[in-house]
């Protein structure tokens, strides 16, 4: 097989000679001759801090590609943190991948290692890597360890979520609220609840894009550096095989990371991003194949915020392998990963060591827990909920709407003591879709009014057209579409109507006759005079499709036809 890299390396002529001369500094003169030029697309970054560890995995993979025969070189590509970058992360995640493919297509490589662990960036790489199409493999940067605060285990992001209602509440002191800062985030690494991230490291396992057993291991174990360094060694033989995504992620892939995205109780984020990767590599996949599919498969991980437990638990009582092992049947056994064999094939003896984290399929920690897809005149192209992370006496629902127009309105009246709120009314937050943040920020899982909290309410039914953190919970609808700046019925909604949700059903209504012919609110939407958000908004697709930009669903391949001098 010729190498892609030999376009530029090749020859004597000049061109061939400038790429040679500015690369050689140090390396051998056998580095361009033959030899497997491996990018390791890295996103560690201080201000991303989830993967600043990233660069010590590089090395690891810098050793299995050397050893392997290749030549590894480091690639710093777009990061995104997802706790410190605003408006939100999800602006520029179409932005990242698009930076990550074109510096994967302009240089001279053959295969690559992607590098992540943050919300995004498994995401971002995985499109990009897909319109790319060159041999790729995905190191997920695992979770932190589990941090204590006067005894108890903390979840990150759960537990913000938790006890800062808890201070809203007067139940638990700023002060204690301020000491259990320095206790949540104990080590390296990501979200260690079942957060967005270490949905999408899991879930990118299962769709093949992982070496088996590896997803889920925690950033400071020494393991995933042996994981790391092995990967470097298979990318390597990924080349040999011209073993590329279009190769061997197919239908089949996306459905056995829905089935695993229900069994671990995953982020509902995971739906937008893999909506995406699928749009990239040419593969039809609906919202409604997340319900279809893994609306109906238990729980099985007790795991924040659905359950109780975190990360490194999970890993400990036999990861990811011991949860698909369980629901086996479910699986589609034609699917393949990056090792050439098909995923069902790594599952022969992958045990369960701990029954309370990991559940067997004949004690679920809830039955059907799986994302359901919600529709009706208020969600016309489909809206979500995760029932497990919800009330179940909230799955069925009338209440009265109070309508907020943006996330400033909502925060400038929430806790008003005159706002006309029980606890049966249902919480709408518009404007926080792709078009009208813009980028669909995790907002959705609005406080709660400050009066019910101290009432002891602790749960109500919200409606929104962003987001909400896949480390969040309560009776959340969200990602509705089509979203209140594109014309969607959310903008038509007004303060006191009645909204009906029916999760058996599958529906979200507004008990109205005169929806359509009201007049849309058009308040707090963007209107970006400039660069990337003028783009972005001009051209963002709707929740329902995977939110990637119109130009840049599909492939465009590797070729490059012209030189640079």
Known sequence: MELRSTHWYAGEDRNAYIHRAWMR?????????????????????????????????????????????????ELPVVSLGETNVRPTAMLWRNMAAMATE????????????????????????????????????????????????????????????????????GTLTQEAFSRSESSMIRSRGHCNTMGTASTMGLVAEALGTVIPGVAGTPAPDSRL???????????????????????????ASFHN???????????????????????????????????????????????????????????????LLAVLREVRDLLDPTALTVTGKPLVDHLDDTPIFDTEVIRPRTAPLVAEGGIAVLRGNLAPDGALIKPAAASPHLLQHRGRAMVFDSIEDFHARIDDPDLDVDADSVLVLRGCGPKGYPGMPEVSNMPLPRKLLEQGVRDMVRV???????????????????????????????????????????????????????????????NPRRGWERLYVDHVQQADTGADLDFLVGSSGSEVGRESH
């Open 25 to 73: 500094r140090g390396v051998p003169g056998d580095a361009f001759t033959g030899r497997p030029q491996i990018a390791i697309a890295n996103t560690a970054s201080d201000l991303t801090p989830c993967n600043a560890h990233l660069t010590e995995v590089a090395a690891s993979v810098r050793n299995g590609v050397y050893e392997a025969g290749g030549i590894p070189l």
């Open 464 to 526: 929104c057209d962003g987001r909400m953190s896949g480390t969040a919970y309560g009776t959340v609808v969200l990602h509705v579409a089509p979203e209140a700046a594109a014309g969607g019925p959310l903008a038509r909604v007004r303060t006191g109507d009645v909204i009906v949700l029916d999760v058996a059903a599958r529906r979200i209504d507004v008990e109205t006759d005169d929806l359509d012919a009201r007049t849309p609110s058009t308040a707090g939407f963007a």
């Open 225 to 251: 550096l042996e994981a790391a360094h092995g990967t470097g060694r298979l990318i390597v033989e990924m080349l040999a095989a011209d073993r590329r995504p279009s190769t061997f992620l197919t239908k």
């Open 102 to 169: 074109e510096m994967l297509r302009a240089n001279p490589i053959d295969a690559v290692v992607l590098l992540g662990g943050c919300d995004k960036t498994i995401p971002s790489l995985l499109m990009a890597a897909a319109s790319v199409d060159i041999p790729a493999v995905v190191v997920p940067g695992g979770p932190m360890l589990t941090g204590t605060f006067r005894g108890t285990p903390l979840g990150c992001g759960t537990d913000v979520w938790r006890l800062s209602e808890e201070v809203r509440a």
């Open 257 to 319: 990371a829905i089935v695993a995205l229900a069994a671990i109780g995953g982020s509902t984020n995971a739906v937008v991003h893999l909506l995406a990767i699928a749009g990239r590599l040419g593969i039809e996949l609906g919202v409604d194949d997340f319900d279809r599919i893994g609306s109906r498969v238990p729980v099985l991980v007790d795991l924040q915020p659905a359950g109780r437990f975190l990360m490194e638990d999970l890993h400990r009582a036999g990861g």
